[in-house]
């Protein structure tokens, strides 16, 4: 069986801390990369010294998986595979990096880099006669030595006793191991940004549970669960994350029924922060983190955000406040969440047509002073929870509510914007406002078959799930309108090449 040797560098923020801080952080650091390899099935072994690790694992069915583990351990600052050879004096140490690196070199531009690590005084020889030495040997089968922006660089770290060979270095998350800091309760909704956050503050050592407030049924909280699985197996090694899932839906009503339409999104708003706090001192965190952004929507503005946060006494922890929007998607593909995060989409479940972007403190609590407090309590306490590193997503349902082929007699609706249905729809497709069919879908007549389709599945698998529960025969395309438009191409190559651009994306 194949093993190999991974050089695992201290993040740069570990190695400033003083002696005692830094052995904790790096026994912690040691810790999660053990939990990431047994996890991922990997037989290892770690030695742990001062400023390096050396991790020796074994492949898992001839793939190497123990280098994806290092490089997704948050304290982690950069990893390479290497060859670990023992020395007797300066001649050796060049002859084997000449036998190891001179396919390497080969008709390329390349630097030698050699480093003295541990006890110097046993090594009687310095860095730059290694580097020369080495070079020369070298040189005769490469193109030319280029010290400023080699094609490739070999590398060698020297101890007492054996010394180290590598050409490569993968980047790590850097920033603090996991679990060096206190526990924190983290707002998600299954998009780009609460991912992105969530990822931020395990990256600063903040260990997670996550509440998320479900406002859109069954195949909004799969969507979110796959999300966060993401999150918890790839990032989390050391941890075991929980997920609670919050049926939001009946405040939802609440809040339409009682409060202004204006307030609407920054009362609910404050009602997850509310309910979030409540559920964060049952399991003894102190802090909660959010994914807001300043200006991302209306109620993301700092008046509103002060409003919304008033009344809650844990810190609320922003990440992303300064982000823009293109940032957060750029570190969601980084991190891998973004195709998923993209089918799941931002989900509002109420959107009044002049939202308060301005809305006072004292405006909020008179809106929120209508609502009965005991709905929120009942939605909290009957939350389910979800063990993120054993959830099987693939077991949660949500299929009954699929459709393959659209029949030819069901009735179909759009529930996309007006503009966007008039770009182009599914042939003989009705438009219908979402939230409308939502609040009245039960004036419509029980004979046909429905279905449904939107941007990207969510809101048509909400309105297939409560009119399946009524007792309609509803279904949705769960691709959304990119679904629909494979298989126009499908079925009409030509036709689909003549579709505006801003309709195909």
Known sequence: MTRELYLVRLSGEITTKA???????????????????????????????????????????????????????????????????????LADVVETGHELFRDAVAGRSFAVRARRSGDRRQIPFRSQQVERELGALLLPAARKVDLGDPEITVSIEIHEQEAYYFVDRTLGPSGLPLGTESRALSLVSGGFDSAVASWMMLRRGVRLDYVFFNLGGTVHELGVLRVMKVIAEQWSHGDRPRLHAVDLRPVVLEIQSKVTSRYWQVV????????????????????????????????????????ISRPIELPILRPLLGFNKEEIIDRARAIGTFELSSAVDEYCAILPKRPATRASVTAVDE???????????QAVSGRIVHDLGRLDASQLGGEELEIGEIPDDARVLDLRSRAAYEAWHW???????????????????????????CDVGLKSAHLAEVMQQAGYRAFHVPGGVKDLLRREREKDPLHAQLLAPAVVD
């Open 19 to 89: 002696s005692q801080t830094r052995l904790h952080f790096t026994k912690r650091l040691v810790r999660n990369l053990r939990a990431g390899l047994r996890r991922a099935g990997v037989e290892h072994t770690i030695e742990r010294r001062w400023s390096r690790i050396y991790v020796e694992a074994e492949q898992v069915g001839g793939v190497s998986l123990a280098g994806e583990v290092i490089r997704r351990t948050f304290g982690v600052q950069s990893c390479s595979r290497v060859e670990r050879r023992p020395w007797r004096d």
């Open 268 to 307: 609910l708003k404050r009602l997850m922060l509310r309910a979030a706090e409540e559920l964060a001192h049952e399991l003894r965190h102190t802090t909660l983190v959010t994914g807001e952004a300043i200006g991302q929507v209306s109620s993301q503005t700092p008046q509103n955000l002060a409003s």
């Open 367 to 377: 809106e929120e002073a209508k609502l009965d407090p005991e709905i929120l309590r």
């Open 427 to 453: 042939p003989g497709a009705e438009h219908t406002d979402f939230f409308q069919a939502l609040k009245r879908f039960e004036e419509l007549d029980r004979a046909p078959t429905y279905v449904f389709y």
